[in-house]
T-cell receptor
Framework: DTAVSQTPKYLVTQMGNDKSIKCEQN?????MYWYKQDSKKFLKIMFS???????INETVPNRFSPKSPDKAHLNLHINSLELGDSAVYFC??????????????FGEGSRLTVL | AQKVTQAQTEISVVEKEDVTLDCVYE???????LFWYKQPPSGELVFLIR??????QNEISGRYSWNFQKSTSSFNFTITASQVVDSAVYFC?????????????FGAGTQVVVTP
């Protein structure tokens, strides 16, 4: 069974559209993340949720809205897509916050292409 | 500020050569954790190792070895007798524990190209 799964894996859409990426983890972790990897492979955190509570919200346009219905799911909705949103979006999970230093488990990534 | 620097953008080697990837970090925390991840061409991110700031013992796992030196704030990674399957982007990451909710800071990555 896949530990962290994201759907869709590929997403091609037009500028101005709205799209969502879903993420689920079956590891029993309580913390989930969204990372954005740009064309230069740089990984940057966007959001993090702990037990459905938003705990990290980096400087991300408010067109990006995460939602965590429960601690096993973290979805990402993007409104009014722009060319610069093209990237690979990785979902990840870990157990605990700063007090627990578990590694991140990543999903396979969702490659978003905005035309 | 928390920072991870991987100064080598790309390293090209011929199979069976050794390759060392440098990672230098900055943090004011006394307790922190360092990681290495591998991203092969298929795109997934694979965890390789975690090391805490109180454990400077070097580690070896098969052809992989890691050299952690607090004195120079470095956590270098060596692949011995490289193979084509080692071709990937390797990321060093720092996780600090104060006032950060366990945030990870990744380096820019080093692309390793191993040719037959």
């Amino acid at each position: 069974d896949t530990a962290v799964s994201q759907t869709p894996k590929y997403l091609v859409t037009q500028m101005g559209n709205d799209k969502s990426i879903k993420c689920e983890q079956n590891l029993g972790h309580d913390t989930m993340y969204w990372y954005k990897q740009d064309s230069k492979k740089f990984l940057k955190i966007m959001f993090s949720y702990n037990n459905k509570e938003l705990i990290i919200n980096e400087t991300v346009p408010n067109r990006f809205s995460p939602k965590s219905p429960d601690k096993a799911h973290l979805n990402l909705h993007i409104n009014s897509l722009e060319l610069g949103d093209s990237a690979v979006y990785f979902c990840a999970s870990s157990q605990g916050l700063a007090a627990n230093t578990g590694e991140l488990f990543f999903g396979e990534g969702s490659r978003l292409t905005v035309l | 500020a928390q920072k991870v620097t991987q100064a080598q953008t790309e390293i090209s080697v011929v199979e069976k050569e050794d390759v060392t990837l440098d990672c230098v970090y900055e943090t004011r925390d006394t307790t922190y954790y360092l990681f290495w991840y591998k991203q092969p061409p298929s795109g997934e991110l694979v965890f390789l190792i975690r090391r805490n700031s109180f454990d400077e013992q070097n580690e070896i796992s098969g052809r992989y070895s890691w050299n952690f030196q607090k004195s120079t704030s470095s956590f270098n990674f060596t692949i011995t007798a490289s193979q084509v399957v080692d071709s990937a982007v390797y990321f060093c990451a720092l996780r600090w524990t104060t006032d950060s909710w366990g945030k990870f800071q990744f380096g820019a990555g080093t692309q390793v190209v191993v040719t037959p």
